[in-house]
């Protein structure tokens, strides 16, 4: 049975220095995890002691929305095999990347010194443009510094049949927001409100960083387990049939419903290295395989198709799903006026969860754990308990709900906002595990 209501309990650690001005997201200090903050939710250390406390000596640690690879990095730290699971390409690629290694550190090193010392001479053919980069990165950056970006991506990627190459993009990439004299920080960018740089000379970090990631691979050369990330949607069955074996445990944290926009998060990188260059083109190329768990990607057809499942999925489970539902209802009418449609957002997000969950049920072993880092939510003044409602979801799916408790107060960061509501949110970290013996 599911917990009634959450609480502080001592056998899972709290987060380190939970609360309040905490840096959430990827480390910038840890190995591999510090090439580049992904603003993720999921705190490398904290990643780190769930796995700790499971205590596993062996196996697959899965992560089914496995960001840039944080679980991963400390699944392979404790000699455990990990697989993960991410939509983002982009972020996809840079765990790969991370987890499943194509160049050396000596061959990371090597075409370092190469661009570098090339980045000095005057180059070769046409010289890039900067009227051509797009406007967000235009306004990004000093003209001198966009020059010498603009010169290092022409050079990494004048390499680009050689796998080190991949490595010094993502150089370039952690460089962008090092080097940028606006607000470039997470969720979005501001290139209207100027700051000072933290590094004046981009050549100089490119260095640096390029050298931390050989630093990092050449930590690695010797290990023997296996891990990688599967670029795709976690509601594909596809996908998961990718997986070799049944995992010991999965450690994730799963998008909040908060409205943060994982796609746009990453938009300064998209459009600097030209994976995309239009609103459009991201929501197409980058969006298109996320599950809603933002306003920017709900649609009334998709609430139309969650609620019919959501309806349809009551005469299974009952009082759980039915009050769901109502959440539906009752955001919609607090909506009022409001442009942002939560009431959108809430059946798909759950729906999606639901489906989710029903493949991750069948790549874990039995009597395996589940642990899911998630948030409540609260739009416009409704409370969504996330949690609990992921719970019981994770019970129609075939788990057991073991434990639902709390590990900080969070969505503190707008006090003077007058819309703001007035419920109090906090991180819960959800207990499941897989029964050992069938379900009459």
């Known amino acids: 049975m599911p917990v009634s209501s959450p609480e502080t309990k001592p ?5 380190p220095a939970s609360g309040r001005g905490r840096s959430h997201g990827t480390s910038g200090v840890e190995p591999f995890d510090r090439w580049f903050r992904y603003p993720a939710g999921f705190a490398s250390d904290y990643a780190a002691l769930l796995l700790d406390n499971l205590g596993l000596t062996s196996g697959t640690v899965v992560d089914c929305f496995a960001g840039s690879g944080v679980t991963g990095t400390a699944a392979r730290s404790r000699g455990l095999n990990f697989v993960g699971i991410e939509a983002h390409p982009l972020v996809a690629e840079l765990a790969t990347l991370k987890l499943s290694p194509i160049a050396t550190s000596g061959e990371v090193r090597e075409l370092s010194q190469k661009v570098v010392a090339s980045a000095h001479q005057p180059l070769s053919g046409a010289t890039p443009d900067l009227e051509d980069e797009p406007d967000l990165v235009r306004r990004c950056f000093s003209p001198s510094v966009l020059d010498q970006l603009v010169r290092l991506r022409h050079l990494v990627r004048a390499h680009a049949d050689t796998p080190a190459s991949s490595y010094l993009k993502w150089a370039l990439l952690g460089v962008l927001r090092d080097v940028a004299d606006v607000k470039v920080g997470w969720p979005y960018q501001r290139p209207g409100v100027t700051r000072r740089a933290p590094y004046a ?25 296996h891990a990688e990330v599967l670029i795709g949607d976690a509601r594909d069955g596809g996908v998961w049939s990718r997986i070799p074996e049944p995992a010991a445990a999965c450690v994730a944290s799963p998008p909040y419903l908060n409205n943060f926009d994982y796609a746009d998060a990453t938009r300064l990188e998209l459009y600097f290295w030209g994976e995309v260059t239009t609103w459009g083109g991201m929501c197409r190329e980058v969006r298109a395989d996320m599950l809603t768990a933002t306003t920017q990607q709900s649609s009334v057809g998709e609430k139309a198709a969650a609620l019919d499942w959501l309806r349809n999925h009551t005469t299974e489970t009952g009082e759980r799903i039915l009050s769901l539902v109502g959440l539906v209802e009752e955001a919609q009418a607090a909506r009022g006026n409001r442009a942002k449609e939560y009431d959108r957002v809430v059946p798909a997000y759950f729906a999606a969860m639901a489906s989710v969950l029903g493949h991750l049920h069948d790549h874990v072993e039995p009597g395996g754990a589940v642990l899911w880092l998630v948030g409540d939510s609260a739009p416009y003044g409704v409370h969504v308990d996330t949690p609990a409602l992921v719970g019981g979801l994770a019970q129609d799916a075939g788990f057991d709900f073991a434990e639902d408790v709390r590990l900080r107060i969070r969505g503190n960061r707008w006090p003077s906002n007058a819309d703001r509501h007035q419920v109090e949110l906090s991180e819960r970290l959800i207990v499941l595990r897989r029964a050992t013996t069938a379900q009459p």
């Open 11 to 15: 056998g899972w650690p709290p987060e």
């Open 201 to 225: 000379d981009p050549i100089a970090r490119f260095t640096a960083r390029a050298e931390i990631m050989a630093s990092d691979l050449e930590s690695i050369a010797d290990s023997e387990t």
